[in-house]
């Protein structure tokens, strides 16, 4: 099964990148979530957004990345394609709907946490540069 996403690297002036754990979930993936039939990646992702950490960022220059696609982190034998925008704030964010906790992380804070696949393998390499992510 493929689930069709639209994330968000969202990125702070001070190189920090804001990542979230769903409820009930260990590992930390980018805000965004599951575009709906007939909706665009960006306004997916605008409506993720602001369902998921009260940010209505407008026409603030989101910027593609890439499509990227990895096994679910959450969905057993599911794939995840991501449709991958870089958003620069510095905007307050308050971790809500299925959110338990949104952390920035910086690259050098980045030991210790459990990520998704699809933020460990694709990106944070994106991000952050090409070095391996630790698991």
Same mark, same amino acid.
């Given at each position: 099964? /493929?689930?069709?996403?639209?994330?968000?690297?969202? $990125?702070? &002036?001070?190189?920090?990148?804001?990542?979230?754990?769903?409820?009930? =979930?260990?590992?930390? $993936?980018? &805000?965004?979530?599951?575009? /709906?039939?007939?909706?665009?990646?960006?306004?997916?992702?605008?409506?993720?957004?602001?369902?998921?950490?009260?940010?209505?960022?407008?026409?603030?220059?989101? !910027?593609?990345?890439?499509?990227?696609?990895?096994?679910?982190?959450?969905?057993?034998?599911?794939? !995840?394609?991501?449709?991958?925008?870089?958003?620069? =704030?510095?905007?307050?964010?308050?971790?809500?709907?299925?959110?338990?906790?949104?952390?920035?992380?910086? &690259?050098?804070?980045?030991?210790?946490?459990?990520?998704?696949?699809? =933020?460990?393998?694709?990106?944070?390499?994106?991000?952050?540069?090409?070095? =391996? !992510?630790? !698991?």
């Amino acid at each position: 099964m /493929d689930i069709h996403i639209a994330a968000a690297a969202l $990125m702070r &002036p001070d190189g920090a990148t804001l990542l979230v754990r769903k409820r009930g =979930t260990h590992a930390f $993936m980018q &805000p965004g979530g599951k575009i /709906d039939a007939g909706e665009a990646p960006l306004v997916a992702l605008y409506r993720e957004l602001d369902e998921e950490l009260g940010l209505r960022p407008g026409d603030k220059g989101a !910027v593609y990345i890439g499509r990227f696609e990895s096994p679910a982190a959450h969905e057993e034998g599911a794939r !995840v394609i991501a449709e991958l925008y870089r958003l620069d =704030t510095d905007a307050e964010v308050c971790a809500q709907a299925e959110i338990e906790e949104a952390r920035w992380i910086l &690259p050098d804070e980045r030991d210790g946490f459990i990520f998704a696949p699809l =933020t460990r393998d694709h990106v944070l390499p994106a991000i952050w540069g090409a070095e =391996t !992510v630790e !698991v």
